[in-house]
């Protein structure tokens, strides 16, 4: 933290690494909580006592830290003002177990990108030990749902009996000529991609019954419609393969109308996790590791459609005041004009 007595400052990725974390974190705790109202199942319940321990470790950690290092605490999100603890019961057993789950991946990512960015030892530290936390969540949560016979398993392949290298640039094809079958990355990330859309949509779905606000509402119905076309045409990829599309869980809401979370949380959550900062950066990852044309012109333009939705969310939170400002540059133009 310190090299020859003199303190080190958190560099601007430290910085925003910690800031988000805190969102993320205090966001993460009202949710499970609210969770943890309406739990029948013994073993998910311990998953998710589990998780809600490490979110509160880890903001009061970064608590710590920015008093120590005399810096604003973020406001983020709290018991009093973002969760309705007595609401009815808002999602099943079964969608709890696989938000964790994916949580836990997305989580193990981000982290890592963090630990990777971070000089000072305390935060190295803090990040590595939020990487194994992460980690052993996405393996708590996998080992429930192998025991339930949840966990649903990518599609099997023949396994190569030799080595091949390409050799025709029609290995490249895909609006035209033949095109060759899919390989095994494309299949894994078509297959995650489309699970990934299943929870996100069925967490939306729910957020869009309880929301105060017709507007918003509105927005949660536009990203359900984009979630069940990007599984549609996921799937439709892996069909055309003779493969087949991940099947659905039992994650459907209740009918619950009643607020149950506030809409400056749901609208942070969907925009930041589930839109935005999540599949932005799988499809990025997808695409640039998909070699078929068509496979990767499909990613460019499903990201180009979520950048400008996530424009509209972004508008929607700052005219509601829910948008909260990270850490910025000071603007030296300005200071040097109040001479």
């Known amino acids: 933290m310190s090299t020859n007595d003199r303190p080190v400052k958190l560099s601007t990725s430290e910085l925003a690494d910690v800031w988000t974390a805190y969102m993320n974190d205090s966001m993460s705790i009202c949710m499970i909580s609210q969770f943890l109202q309406h739990i029948e199942d013994s073993e998910i319940e311990e998953v998710l006592q589990f998780a809600l321990q490490l979110s509160k470790n880890h903001c009061d ?28 019961i808002l999602f099943s057993d079964t969608f709890y177990l696989m938000y964790l789950h994916n949580m ?14 971070s000089a ?8 590595r030990q939020c990487v194994e936390e992460a980690m052993e969540l996405f393996d708590r949560t996998s080992k429930v749902l192998l025991a ?27 609006w035209f000529g033949k095109r060759r079958p899919l390989n095994a990355i494309e299949v894994m990330n078509l297959y995650f991609n ?38 549609e045409v996921f799937g439709s990829t892996l069909s055309e393969a003779d493969l087949p599309s991940p099947m659905t869980w039992d994650t459907l809401p209740t009918t619950s109308t009643t607020s149950t979370f506030s809409d400056k949380l749901m609208m942070f959550h969907f925009h930041v996790t589930v839109l935005t900062g999540a599949s932005v950066s799988h499809y990025g990852t997808s695409m640039g590791s998909s070699p078929r044309r068509d496979i990767g012109l499909n990613y460019n333009r499903l990201i180009q459609e979520i950048l400008l939705f996530a424009e509209d969310g972004a508008e929607i939170m700052i005219d509601h005041g829910y948008l909260e400002q990270p850490p910025q540059a000071p603007n030296r133009r300005e200071l040097s004009n109040k001479k």
Do not use: H, W
């Open 194 to 231: 489309i699970e990934r859309n299943q929870v996100g949509k069925s967490l939306i779905t729910g957020f869009s019954q309880v929301t105060s606000s017709q507007e918003i509402a509105a927005y949660f119905n536009r990203g359900m419609d984009i979630s069940g076309k990007y599984i």
């Open 104 to 117: 836990g991946k997305i989580g193990a990512n981000s982290f890592s990108l963090c630990l990777a960015t």
């Open 61 to 88: 950690f970064i608590v710590s830290l920015f008093k120590s290092e005399n810096c604003a605490i973020p406001y983020g999100f709290n018991l009093e003002e973002d969760v309705n603890l007595s609401a009815p």
């Open 120 to 127: 000072r030892e305390d935060l190295r530290n803090f990040f």
């Open 148 to 174: 339930k016979g949840l966990f649903l398993r990518p599609p099997q392949i023949e396994l190569p009996s030799q080595v091949d290298f390409v050799e025709k640039q029609s290995f490249l094809n895909g």
